[in-house]
């Protein structure tokens, strides 16, 4: 089966209020050509899973500039101003779950598996509940996060976590051929194939499409059983989050 479709005809069919779990890890694998047709399709309202939210002019930035998102669920947001700024002021609900937890959460419910348990966060307020979900316009807690349910299996307490299903997935990879099976490279692979197992309806963009057969069996990361839709992309653009650098050292030009 052809799954070879445009950007703009992948995303139509997502409403309002959708839930979207979004690869990408950092700034590496976002389905960028899938946010783009998004961003121009106009939904609102939308409920997104990832493990980020882009920065300010790329990426899930770019709908939650627009006012677009509704509520995250991520693991590490440190990068983007008008997150922090939506978040604080009341206009953004956000869900922050410890990285291995949320990577784990796709994977049961992309696995039919509803619920586990995991060490992960015993004894702080991830196990207590009251973190912050949604503030009030006057700074004070509108919404916080539940207590979490707790068992002892061989003298260790773990906390229980539900899985995580969305109605779509967006997700980008470096090769896909037009039966949906993937190719992830590097770093893209952290995310991209978790979310495409927890989507109801899974929309890959890839870098190169080819034909069935060409992807070795054993080169395969995502069977295209789990994809409905792809979506030709260009290049990924290589950005960089965070730019580091030695500070300069006076007289240094001079002694080389």
């Keep these: 089966m052809d799954k070879v479709v445009t950007s703009a005809r992948a995303v139509a069919d997502i409403p309002d209020g959708a839930t979207l779990a979004v690869g990408g890890f950092g700034l590496c694998g976002i389905p960028s050509t899938l946010i783009d047709a998004l961003a121009e399709a106009g939904p609102t309202g939308l409920r997104v899973v990832s493990n980020n939210c882009g920065v300010d002019d790329w990426g899930l930035g770019l709908l939650l500039r627009a006012g677009r998102i509704a509520r995250m669920t991520s693991s590490y947001v440190g990068e983007n101003k008008e997150f922090a700024r939506q978040y604080l002021s009341g206009e953004l609900e956000v869900e ?6 949320l990577a784990e959460r796709l994977r049961a419910g992309g696995s039919g598996i509803p619920a586990f348990f995991t060490p992960a966060g015993v004894g702080t307020q991830v196990e207590e509940g009251g973190l912050p979900w949604r503030y009030a316009a006057d700074g004070s807690v509108a919404l916080a996060s539940p207590p979490k349910e707790v068992r002892e299996f061989g003298g260790r307490r773990y906390l229980l976590e539900e899985a995580v299903t969305a109605d779509f997935a967006l997700v980008r990879a470096a090769v896909a051929d037009r039966h949906g099976n993937c190719v ?20 890959v963009e890839a870098e190169r ?20 839709r792809v979506v030709a992309a260009g290049p990924a653009e290589k950005r960089v989050e965070r730019r580091t650098v030695r500070p300069a050292v006076r007289g240094a030009a001079e002694e080389i």
């Design 184 to 203: 992830f490279h590097a770093a893209a692979r952290n995310f991209n194939p978790l979310c495409a197992m927890a989507g109801r309806i899974t929309l």
């Design 209 to 228: 499409i080819v034909e069935p057969g060409e992807l070795p069996p054993d080169a395969v990361h995502l069977p295209g059983v789990y994809v409905d």
């Design 96 to 101: 922050l779950t410890p990285q291995g937890t």
